[in-house]
C-alpha cells in the first residue's frame, strides 16, 4: 500500500483529490495545499487497515518530520455525534493504537504535524455565504477552534467583510469592514472552555480528571503554564491580517466551485504559537448526521 504525504503530492494529485467528497477532511486538506494554504503536513491511511499497515503509514510520517508525537484525525463522510474527537496530540506509538480502532470502525485516518492547542493566540471560522458576505467568529489566546465548532463557546469578536462576488476578487478596504463585539462575558467563555477541557480533551489524552471538573481543568492548565486564556486580553485583527484571510477564503471557494455548488462553507483557521494553520474547508449540507 503507497504511503502519500501531503507534501510530496504534484499539484495535479492534490487538485484529483480535493475533488473527492468520500473523506472531506482529506479532501479539502488538499484543496487548502494546492491553493498553497498554510496547513500541517498529513498522511491519509484508508479505513479498515490493519496495525502494521498504520505502523507502516506512521512510521514513514515521523521519519520524514523527525516527530516524536502526532495529531490525529478521523474521516469519513457524514459525521455522527458519537465520532472520535480529533485535534489531540499523542505518541506516536500511541497514536497507532488509538487509529487501529477508529480503523477498525470503518473510518479513514489523518496522522498530523503535532499540534499544542493549549497555548494558541486566535482561532477563527470563516463562514463563506453568498451571494457576498463573508463572516469571522473570533476567539483570542487560550481557545481552538473546536470551541467555536463543537464547545458552544460564544465568539469574543464578530467581522462580516461586505464582498462584491465570490466571483470577481477584490482588495478589502476598513469601509468592507463591520466589527462588533459578542455577547457574554469573558468570564463564561473560559469557564466553557475549561469544561470542554474537563468533559472532552484532558480524558482524550489520557488525564483522569478528579474533583470538580473547571477547578481540575484550570489547575491542570497553570501547572503546565498554559496562562493563555487567562493573560492574553482580547483578540486583535489588522487589516492586513483580514485581508490574508479573506484572500484564503476567496480562492478556497474558487477551487471548491470548479468541482460542485455550494451555498456555505466554514474555514477554520488558527493562529498557533509559532505557525498559522487552516483545518479544512466544510460544507454543511455534508458535515453532520445525527
Not at 504525504?5 to 487538485?15: G, I, P, Q
Not at 480503523?103 to 479513514?108: E, K, Q, T
Not at 469592514?177 to 468533559?199: F, H
Not at 480562492?251 to 483557521?269: G, I, K, M, P, Q
Request: include cysteine; glycine fraction near 6%; aromatic fraction near 8%.
Amino acid at each position: 500500500m503507497k504511503v502519500a504525504l501531503l507534501s510530496d503530492m504534484s499539484a495535479e494529485e492534490l487538485n484529483t483529490e480535493s475533488r473527492s467528497l468520500s473523506y472531506p477532511k482529506w479532501s479539502t486538506l488538499c484543496a487548502l495545499a494546492a491553493i498553497k494554504a498554510p496547513c500541517l503536513d498529513a498522511v491519509w491511511v484508508p479505513p479498515t487497515s490493519s496495525k502494521a499497515e498504520i505502523f507502516k503509514f506512521a512510521s514513514a510520517f515521523i521519519r520524514k518530520h523527525g516527530l516524536a508525537r502526532v495529531l490525529l484525525r478521523s474521516d469519513g463522510g457524514i459525521e455522527t455525534t458519537g465520532y472520535l474527537r480529533g485535534g489531540n496530540s499523542y505518541p506516536w506509538k500511541e497514536a497507532v493504537e488509538i487509529a487501529t480502532q477508529v480503523s477498525a470502525n470503518g473510518r479513514a485516518v489523518l496522522f498530523m504535524e503535532p499540534t499544542c492547542r493549549f497555548n494558541n493566540k486566535m482561532s477563527i471560522n470563516c463562514l463563506v455565504s453568498k451571494p457576498d458576505v463573508l463572516h469571522l467568529d473570533i476567539l483570542g489566546g487560550g481557545h481552538d477552534v473546536s470551541d467555536l465548532n463543537r464547545g458552544n463557546v460564544l465568539p469574543q469578536m464578530m467581522i462580516t467583510l461586505n464582498v462584491s462576488s465570490w466571483d470577481h476578487f477584490e482588495t478589502i478596504c476598513r469601509a468592507d469592514i463591520i466589527a462588533t463585539s459578542a455577547n457574554g462575558n469573558d468570564e463564561a467563555r473560559v469557564s466553557k472552555r475549561l469544561e470542554n477541557m474537563a468533559r472532552h480533551i484532558l480524558p482524550a489524552i489520557g488525564v483522569s480528571v478528579e474533583g470538580e471538573p473547571l477547578a481540575f481543568a484550570e489547575q491542570w492548565l497553570r501547572t503546565q503554564g498554559f496562562d493563555e486564556l487567562w493573560a492574553s486580553g482580547p483578540p486583535i485583527v489588522t487589516l492586513s491580517s483580514l485581508r490574508n484571510l479573506y484572500e484564503v477564503c476567496f480562492f478556497a471557494a474558487r477551487h471548491v466551485s470548479e468541482s460542485r455548488s455550494w451555498t456555505d462553507l466554514c474555514l477554520s483557521y488558527s493562529l498557533l504559537e509559532d505557525r498559522e494553520v487552516w483545518w479544512d474547508i466544510v460544507d454543511g449540507q455534508r458535515k453532520y448526521g445525527r
